[in-house]
């Protein structure tokens, strides 16, 4: 059973930068690929970075390339995304997902909802204009 708690929301103003953490509570994070995803009030769940269970693979969503970057501290078994150049459009609720009962290919990332088994409960951000 993995447990993961995000935490490092809250509220800022555009331009700004965050870094969410997500915590797990077995060695997780460098055994299997991570996820972060997002959903704002009355979307679906959407993609938004990928890292390979390699941790030398990397994915985004095109809206946050450039300014979003997901890392993985494997001593403290903790992804990170650091979010730069906030804008108003990435105000939602981050989840951290982790991919644990599939096969998964050591470089590969990634994006679909089906394809992790562990949730955290997310953390809400905020981006005021």
């Known amino acids: 059973q993995v447990q993961l708690v995000e935490s490092g929301g809250g509220l800022v103003q555009a331009g700004g930068s965050l870094r969410l953490s997500c915590a797990a509570s077995a060695r997780t994070v460098s055994i299997y690929p991570m996820g972060w995803f997002r959903q704002a009030p009355g979307k679906e769940r959407e993609f938004v970075a990928a890292?390979?269970?390699?941790?030398?693979?990397?994915r985004y969503t095109d809206s946050v390339k450039g300014r979003f970057a997901i890392s993985r501290d494997n001593a403290k078994n903790t992804v990170y995304l650091q979010m730069n150049s906030l804008k108003s459009e990435d105000t939602a609720v981050y989840y951290c997902a982790a991919r644990t009962s599939y096969t998964s290919a050591y470089d590969d990332t990634y994006t679909g909802l089906r394809e992790y088994d562990y949730w955290g409960q997310g953390t809400q951000v905020t981006v005021s204009s």
């Open positions: 890292l390979s269970r390699s941790g030398g693979y990397t």
